[in-house]
């Protein structure tokens, strides 16, 4: 990040009217610093140099997501699409902007749009598959959208299968992806996702086989992030000690992964990595941590693009408190 924003700079000084140069300032600031603030005053002075600029009204756009300013975001990638009405990329962006607000029947538009300009936009196909099961919880529906061979493709219909509890189709299907970078976020990835699922079956002695062989790759992750994206290995940290019976080591990882996202007044991912800490208390038949932080995380603004309320019933993740009366109150 270091270099590419000294080139931008460099670039910025050769010419100052330069409005690729702002972008990639503003990109600098939104990925490499996490300064919101900052990207968006180059964003928008990449739009006072052009301000028909597609790429840095899309930028803009993202920015306000994290800021939790959904309505300026939606502004922003429909005023981008009118500007570049083929764009199948853009299309999705809308889409997943609708999500976040809940605007599912918009949301289906916006990627049935995507599809159309592009039938191989896969992220649309399957944001098009979670658009479904959020506004109808119809999963056979959904896992229709999402046929095919691509790992990505696979990998929804994993956790399509998971919401049906076909754990055993789902575990054929995790076991047909290769593990590579690109399909797992990490090394140890794919034993966590099937630990998870041996865990669900029933099968706690498969599973801690798996979730043993995971920990060292999850927690050699601690090392190589920062940020919110640390908070996310934290998660994975936990889920694997508490999938080993160290309910203490736990418990104690998902109180760090929380603390990074508190401190870090992200209005995008916050509110759906306390739906995950929210899962790992309940895996802890913790409900008196599980239920108040899955109650704030459902009425966070934005929270609509990750869990909708539909899931609390079909998501097997709650099975271990769902008879719990604090979880029941949530649901009525």
């Known amino acids: 990040n ?10 910025l000084q050769l010419q100052p009217k330069l409005a690729a140069a702002q972008l990639a300032i503003g990109y600098s600031d939104y990925w490499g610093r996490g300064d919101y603030s900052a990207a968006l005053r ?4 990449a739009l006072v140099l052009k301000p028909n600029d597609v790429d840095a009204l899309e930028a803009q756009g993202y920015v306000y997501q994290r800021q939790g300013r959904l309505d ?9 699409l009118t500007l570049d009405p083929r764009n199948s990329a853009l299309a999705r962006d809308l889409g997943v902007a609708y999500m976040y607000t809940s605007r599912y029947p918009d949301a289906k538009d916006a990627f049935q749009r995507a599809l159309a300009l592009d039938p191989d936009n896969l992220t649309a196909r399957t944001s098009f598959a979670g658009a479904i099961v959020a506004s109808t919880g119809d999963i056979p529906r959904a896992l229709d959208v999402v046929q095919g061979d691509d790992p990505v493709l696979k990998s929804t219909r994993v956790e399509l299968l ?3 509890r076909k754990y055993a189709a789902a575990l054929a299907l995790l076991d047909s992806i290769p593990e590579t970078p690109d399909n797992f976020d990490f090394a140890g990835a794919k034993a966590e996702q099937q630990a998870d699922l041996y865990r669900l079956m029933g099968d706690d002695a498969h599973a801690r086989t798996l979730f ?3 920990l060292p790759g999850t927690r050699a992750q601690l090392a190589a992030r920062q940020g919110i994206n640390l908070a996310s290995v934290w998660q994975a940290v936990a889920d694997d000690e508490l999938g080993l019976g160290h309910t203490a080591a736990g418990l104690d990882a998902i109180a760090k992964g929380q603390a990074i996202d508190d401190k870090s007044g992200d209005q995008l991912y916050g509110p759906a990595h306390m739906v995950a800490n929210s899962t790992l208390y309940a895996e802890a038949r913790r409900a008196d941590l599980a239920v108040p932080l899955l109650a704030k995380a459902i009425a966070a603004p934005g929270i609509g693009g990750y869990y909708a309320p539909v899931l609390l019933w079909l998501d097997p993740l709650w099975d271990p408190i769902r008879h719990d009366l ?4 949530l649901l009525k």
């Open 42 to 45: 180059a964003f928008a002075a």
């Open 2 to 11: 270091r270099q590419a924003r000294a080139d931008a700079e460099h670039a």
């Open 212 to 214: 043993a062989q995971a």
């Open 326 to 329: 604090r979880f029941q109150a």
């Open 162 to 164: 998971t919401y049906q």
């Open 72 to 80: 300026e975001a939606i502004a922003s990638f429909q005023r981008a």
